[in-house]
């Protein structure tokens, strides 16, 4: 069939293209100006997005992978394996729930001592604040790991508090549910279609998505594939992401 070239990002000052067949599906990797930087096979929602805000998954995305053992939390609050670890809790009659809630939070807290900041994080979150990109975190810890993580680390500078939700917020669903996205890009002043969801899991996928939103896919060589628009293995990459799509 008939070939045709097209233009898919501006990153830095290289226009990377593309020879396909018309209404096949794409897959770029290795692109030439960001080695570990990935486009999805969504072509059309990718070439349309505009990024005005980024919102952040926390722990494994902002922090690194495995500081949270949650197979230690599944037995210990005696979690079903393969359900989701909020929905059953929140299914539970209240003495169990109390009980299930209180075994989340020690392994929360007893995973801080491990926990680390993921590499670059700090320079990508610099580089998006001096480009006025507005910034949010969207994650099923709590409050509390929230306010430590932030204050641990030295990153409450590049978070507007009403931009940062926990497991605690009651105003929607926690993730995969799109209601944080939502809620965190109203308070942005911005459409959820012009946000860009990062993390480390589906969850964190399906929640941009079910909002409108781009998403970036943190890859770590133990996590599952997703279906993001962007696919990254280093947290500065994300900046060369927005760069290309920002208005």
Not at 144 to 156: D, M, N, R
Request: aromatic content about 6%; hydrophobic content about 35%.
């Amino acid at each position: 069939g008939t070939m045709a070239t097209i233009r898919l990002m501006l990153i830095g000052n290289s226009v990377i293209r593309a020879r396909l067949r018309p209404h096949s599906n794409l897959y770029v990797s290795k692109l030439r100006t960001c080695s570990n930087l990935y486009v999805s096979k969504n072509l059309h929602s990718v070439s349309k997005a505009c990024i005005k805000g980024v919102i952040f998954d926390m722990d494994g995305t902002l922090t690194k992978d495995l500081a949270i053992d949650f197979e230690e939390m599944r037995s210990r609050a005696k979690i079903p394996k393969g359900s989701d670890i909020l929905e059953h809790v929140r299914s539970l009659p209240a003495p169990e729930r109390e009980k299930a809630e209180k075994v989340l939070n020690d392994v929360e807290i007893e995973a801080r001592s491990n926990t680390e900041l993921n590499d670059g994080c700090h320079e990508m979150l610099q580089k998006l604040t001096h480009m006025n990109i507005p910034l949010g975190i969207l994650t099923r810890n709590t409050d509390e790991g929230v306010e430590w993580t932030l204050k641990e680390f030295g990153l409450s500078e590049y978070f507007k508090s009403d931009c940062v939700l926990s497991r605690s917020w009651k105003g929607g669903l926690p993730k995969p549910s799109g209601d944080g996205v939502k809620y965190i890009s109203s308070k942005m002043g911005i459409d959820p279609s012009d946000c860009l969801m990062v993390g480390d899991w589906k969850d964190d996928v399906s929640a941009g998505k079910n909002a409108g939103a781009s998403t970036c896919y943190v890859s770590l060589p133990k996590n599952e594939n997703s279906e993001s628009d962007f696919r990254v293995e280093r947290l500065i990459e994300i900046v060369d992401i927005v760069k290309s799509k920002h208005l």
